[in-house]
């Protein structure tokens, strides 16, 4: 009979629950967004995320039952976010899950959000076969967290999904998080919200007549002293900002375009302001610097270790250019590079589940006492 862990999520705004049998196999997966609640405010406003979390935890947990054809009795442990994230809407999650697992009498494991998003990337080779392995350099990029971590196994590496990790923390963000400079500068163009999948497809049409006309902007690599594994992305979107301000009049125009929808794809993914050739040229440049940011010091950093592998995690793992140049540069220097499939890159409890699963083999099991744990690290 296979564990079957429920997994619960909601540190920043996203409520969700999924089953993962085993640690690897995901029964289901459910997330509510709260994108549009936040929309209008161009970035999470803690206060509403946590309302939201209430109204949501409760039917996303049954959805999640009811997806993978199992009652509560069905489930043998809990596993939830308690940090790193904001506090009430920790809380939300958190307090829900320790009713559930206290009611039936079943073990609650208390995940780490960023361990949460490394499982991702297991919970993807796991599926598709692929072969991972440790030590692995973790970039784990998304609005909240710019982060390197070295993971190395601390027991017996396989079966990967049992695995218990160790991990080494080498750099981090010292301003914004990657995603949340997206955002931030697609706040800027009032282009919309969130600012990266937006910016991602407007850079790719930038980049494709970027060849011909759109101009480009030479951002200079970020200067970040001291550790060369720390990231730092507040001084691009200033640049951003000033180059608007030497050029007003660059705002997008208010007319959209609509884009063609394929199957499995939301309408409102498919809406692209319309910009100018010197707008998309300005996002070209400012996606490229970010990009190679990322980059370049997370090659570094697997070149400084023992590394085998490079797992990149978090909602900026979606980014098609991050993506390109991942796979382009780390297979010449002898990396091969990981990521999970665009559901498991951002905010979702199957990667929770999957994180609690050898913490249930090993009996590290959370009290009841467990509290939220806001600025919770890794290592
Ligand atoms: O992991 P996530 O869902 O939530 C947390 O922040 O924890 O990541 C959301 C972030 C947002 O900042 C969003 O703009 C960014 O990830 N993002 C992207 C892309 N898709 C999402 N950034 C760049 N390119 C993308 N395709
Ligand atoms: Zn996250």
């Known amino acids: ?30 997330v509510a967004s709260q994108v549009s609640v936040h929309r209008k405010y161009g970035g999470v406003v803690p206060e509403l995320a946590s309302r939201e979390h209430l109204r949501s935890i409760v039917a996303v947990v049954r959805e999640a039952l009811d997806r993978a054809a199992l009652s509560f009795q069905d489930i043998d442990a809990v596993g939830v976010t308690y940090g790193p994230g904001l ?14 697992a206290n009611a039936l009498g079943k073990p609650l494991i208390g995940v780490n959000h960023l361990e ?15 072969e991972l392995s440790l030590p692995a350099v973790c970039l784990i990029v998304s609005g909240g967290h710019t982060v390197l971590y070295e993971a190395a196994a601390s027991g017996p590496a396989e079966p990967l999904s049992a695995a218990l990790l160790r991990y080494r923390k080498m750099g981090q963000t010292r301003d914004d998080a990657a995603g949340e400079a997206y955002d931030k500068v697609a706040k800027l163009l009032a282009l919309g919200y ?5 910016i991602d497809r407007l850079a790719a049409d930038g980049a494709d007549v970027s060849r011909t006309q759109a101009e ?15 990231f730092s992305f507040s001084g691009i979107k200033t ?5 608007l301000r030497a050029h007003p009049g660059l705002q997008p125009e208010i007319q959209e375009r609509r884009l063609a929808i394929s199957k499995g794809e939301r309408a409102a993914d498919k809406v692209l302001p319309l910009c100018s050739l ?20 997370t090659l570094q950093a697997a070149e400084d270790t023992a590394a085998q592998s490079i797992l990149v995690s978090g909602g900026v793992a979606a980014n098609s250019e991050l993506r390109h140049s991942f796979e382009r540069e780390a297979e010449p220097r002898g990396f091969r590079v990981f ?14 589940a999957a994180a609690a699963y050898p913490r249930l083999l090993a009996g590290q099991l959370a009290g009841w006492d467990l509290n939220a744990e806001p600025t919770l690290s890794l290592a």
């Open 339 to 352: 990521f999970p499939s665009r559901e498991l890159s951002t905010d979702n409890a199957a990667m929770i």
């Open 1 to 30: 009979m296979p564990t079957r862990i429920l997994g619960i999520e909601s540190s920043c705004d996203e409520t969700a629950a999924a089953v993962v049998a085993d640690g690897r196999e995901i029964l289901s997966s459910v």
């Open 194 to 198: 969130p600012g990266g999948p937006i």
């Open 239 to 243: 640049a951003v900002l000033y180059y």
């Open 116 to 130: 949460g998003h490394v499982r991702a990337v297991f919970l993807e080779t796991l599926r598709s076969g692929q």
């Open 278 to 297: 010197q707008t998309l040229g300005l996002l070209v440049s400012f996606q490229k610097r970010v990009v190679a940011e990322l980059v370049r010091r």
């Open 87 to 100: 506090v009430g809407a920790l809380l939300v999650g958190l307090t829900y899950g320790k009713v559930v």
């Open 216 to 230: 480009h902007i030479d951002f200079s690599p970020t200067k970040v002293r001291g550790n060369p594994y720390d």
